[in-house]
């Protein structure tokens, strides 16, 4: 093997503390938001059988056609690297037989995903998505609610947005929607792209999507399905957007949007943020009351959405979570186990301590703890002085005890 300087995988990255302590800030936000609505944490391996998502996802999508990360494990069995989280999700609910729980589930996710696309600013090979899921009920509350959450999370994570907002109707609607829609691009096959030509079997809504000047043509002129919808699906749909228009929640509906994965029925809708550039989708989702059904389960309606942790992170404002620790200075090599002992008490008070360990100079170490902006300094020498940062007052305590009452006293007073 080459001696070559090893760097992480085309498409992935590091997460650094800085970067890091965002991150923390966003998934404990999303974990409050979604936990006050009932969602409940939810974990799923990062590998499934392909079957999973040819079956979920669907075999025509581009997710299931180029995306996927797929290899043979040691018994010949076909695994995929997760695209996705939805249809794990229903897997498992069939799995752990959740459709005899009091429905609706409510289950929220965070963690890597992976899709082997072509890396750009804000698309990796593997990111991290936040996600939920609420299965077992067709109540249009729930798709309204589903909405409004992803909403608070994007504000308050500071991310400028628009919401599209569309009804893609019940399966025997998009069968009937489809033949339609077909018939009109065989109609006018020659102005179309290849790639969308080469579709209009397999996928004839992906045409909406197409960037190629031809097909955007076409697709102007082509039936939309939202003015097909049945009267339940249309009603369903109305009752959504009353609820998000009573919550003051602005959106465009668009009836050309028709997301990458074959599972919607019903409710479709998808968060842009104009500051994330050509990568403009920070999250969407929908309802697809099909696709518990679809993986061997009970007929079982569901709504959720993703959204992307890098693009919500590039496009918003998070400010890292703070930790202004306690600094425990030690002023003399003799005095190295009684500054330890400091600082662990102090922890074991609830506040954040760290205790000098580089050698530094009392100099030296003042400035390390301005740097890490810390609340304030314990110098522990033959006496111990507590500093205290904001100020610059310093006191002398009788003890490590005092020491610990001034300081956790200075961070209850702030
Ligand atoms: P999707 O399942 O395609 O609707 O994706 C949901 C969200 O995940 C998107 O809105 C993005 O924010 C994020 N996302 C999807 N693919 C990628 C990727 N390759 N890199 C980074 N984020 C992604």
């Known amino acids: 093997m ?34 006050r ?24 999508t581009d997710i299931v056609q180029k995306e996927m990360f797929t290899f043979e494990d040691k018994g010949g069995r076909s695994l995929t690297l997760r695209p996705e989280g939805t249809a794990g999700a229903c897997r498992a609910y069939v ?19 992976f899709r082997h696309e072509a890396p750009q600013a804000g698309r990796y090979r593997q990111f991290a998505q936040i996600g939920a899921e609420a299965l077992g009920s067709d109540d249009p509350s729930l798709d309204a609610e589903s909405i409004l959450l992803l909403d608070g999370l994007l504000e308050r994570s500071g991310v400028q947005r628009r919401l599209r907002l569309s009804s893609l109707g019940n399966a025997d609607t998009r069968v009937a929607y489809g033949e339609r829609l077909r018939a009109h691009l065989r109609e006018r096959e020659a102005e179309l792209s290849a790639e969308v030509r080469g579709r209009i079997d397999a996928n004839p809504l992906r045409a909406f999507d197409s960037d190629h000047e031809g097909t955007r043509a076409v697709m ?14 249309a009603e369903h ?12 929640v602005a ?41 518990v059904e679809q993986l061997g389960g009970p ?83 033959h006496g111990i002085e507590v500093k205290d940062m904001s100020t610059g007052e310093q006191v002398s305590v009788a003890d490590a005890r005092e020491a610990v009452a001034v300081v956790a006293g200075e961070s209850a007073a702030r």
């Open 95 to 113: 799995e752990h037989g959740m459709h005899k729980q009091p429905q609706p589930v409510k289950l929220r996710y965070w963690g890597p995903f």
């Open 299 to 381: 007929p079982t309606p569901g709504v959720g959405w993703a959204a992307g942790v890098e693009r919500i992170l590039l496009a918003g404002s998070t400010a890292p979570a703070r930790e202004s620790p306690v600094f425990v200075a030690i002023a003399g090599e003799e005095h190295r186990r009684a500054a330890f002992a400091i600082a662990r008490e102090i922890r074991e008070a609830g506040l954040a301590a760290q205790v000098e360990q580089a050698g530094r100079s009392m100099k030296g170490q003042l400035k390390h703890a301005g740097r890490m902006e810390a609340s304030a300094v314990v110098i522990v020498g």
């Open 37 to 60: 609505a009932g969602y409940g944490p939810f974990e799923s391996p990062v590998f499934e059988d392909t079957d999973l998502f040819a079956r979920g996802v669907g075999v025509s």
């Open 237 to 248: 749909f109305a009752e959504v957007r009353a609820l998000l228009d009573d919550a003051g």
């Open 2 to 35: 080459a001696s070559g300087k090893l760097q992480a995988p085309r498409g992935t990255f590091d997460v650094l503390p800085a970067d890091g302590r965002r991150r923390d800030r966003l998934r404990a936000l999303a974990d409050d938001l979604l936990g």
């Open 220 to 233: 102007e002129q082509a039936p939309r399905l939202i003015d097909r919808l049945d009267p339940d699906d």
């Open 251 to 291: 959106y465009e509906l668009d009836p050309t949007l028709v997301r990458g994965l074959d599972y919607y029925t019903r409710t479709v809708f998808e968060f842009e943020s104009s500051s994330l550039g050509a990568q403009s989708g920070v999250g969407g989702g929908g309802r697809y009351d099909g696709l």
